[in-house]
């Protein structure tokens, strides 16, 4: 990785660091599942930011959208292309971008812009709701899932024991769980033009489903999830990847729902966030 690049996005770096395709492998049923709540219909116009590799990109075409996916990772976005092509799809790609710069896409081009866990790490908050309301035709809908700060579930519980392991961020992070909370949403898209009560928040619920332990699910996160990853290797400097592990570990085992030792389902919190333009 460039230095260049590094200093334009780090979060480019951060996402392509792990490989979240072997995290996205247990999101597929839910990612289905919450697209079939967005009242998609054929010849639809999807802009999916934060896409990963088509967890909800991918069902988003099979319902007939013209689907058009971006991330910032290019890992991903070469995962999500060999994806659509196994599959067939012709009315979906997947190419690399910024949430908080759509360059080369123009103003009011879709119908609905969709991103799941995407854009909210994103830095630039207000650029990245800016964008959105940009690209988004009138009458038009953005819908976010947007993990919850302090939220006991999975998700939430994962990035707040990995801070406590983390150096503090750089001077101005914005923290991209102050999406999950409400004033901050309607601040943002208000900044963009859209009135506070065009913005609805739902709370919902996304399952990760995986036919391994949950001790086995902690490896995939240690190895392969860019904020986990960075969380372990300052742990390791200083001598406390064991205590990290065990915490991960004691919370996977916690919230696990599956009645079978060898299998992992677990519910994580969500907001909905419904923007009409």
């Known amino acids: 990785m460039s230095g260049s690049t590094t200093v334009a996005n780090p979060n480019k770096t951060l996402w392509e660091k792990g490989d979240f395709t072997r995290i996205s492998e247990t999101m597929r049923e839910s990612g289905a599942a919450l697209v079939d709540k967005f009242g998609i219909s054929a010849g639809m ?3 999916d930011l934060g896409c990963g ?5 991918i069902p988003a075409a099979r ?24 599959e067939g799809l012709t009315n979906i790609s997947i190419r690399e ?5 759509l360059e ?37 809908r953005i819908i976010m899932g947007n993990w919850i700060p302090g939220d006991p579930t999975l998700v939430a519980q994962i990035l707040k024991i990995s801070s406590a392991y983390t150096p503090p961020p750089p001077e101005g992070f914005v923290s991209p769980m102050l999406w999950g909370v409400e004033s901050h949403v309607i601040e943002r898209f208000g900044k963009a033009g859209i009135p506070a009560e065009n913005i609805s928040f739902e709370k919902d619920t996304y399952t990760f489903n995986a036919p391994f332990s949950p001790a086995a699910f902690v490896e995939r996160f240690r ?11 300052a742990a390791e400097k200083a001598g406390k990847a064991a205590d990290l592990q065990r915490e ?7 919230e696990n729902r599956s009645g079978d030792a060898g299998s992992t389902s677990i519910p994580a919190a969500f907001f909905r966030i419904t923007v009409n333009r």
Request: charge should be negative; proline fraction near 4%.
């Open 45 to 47: 116009d999807v802009l």
């Open 53 to 57: 590799d088509g967890t909800t990109a």
């Open 104 to 140: 080369g896409i123009n103003d009011e081009s879709f119908d609905l812009v969709v991103s799941i866990f995407g854009a909210m790490f994103a830095p630039k908050p207000f650029d990245v709701a800016r964008e959105m309301v940009r690209v988004t035709r009138p009458g038009g």
């Open 63 to 86: 319902l007939g959208a013209r689907v058009a996916g971006v991330d910032i990772a290019r890992n991903l976005v070469d995962a999500g292309n060999k994806r659509i092509q196994e």
């Open 248 to 254: 991960l570990e004691e919370l996977f085992n916690r």
């Open 97 to 101: 971008g910024d949430a908080t710069n």
């Open 223 to 233: 190895d392969y999830y860019g904020p986990t990853m960075t969380a372990f290797e």
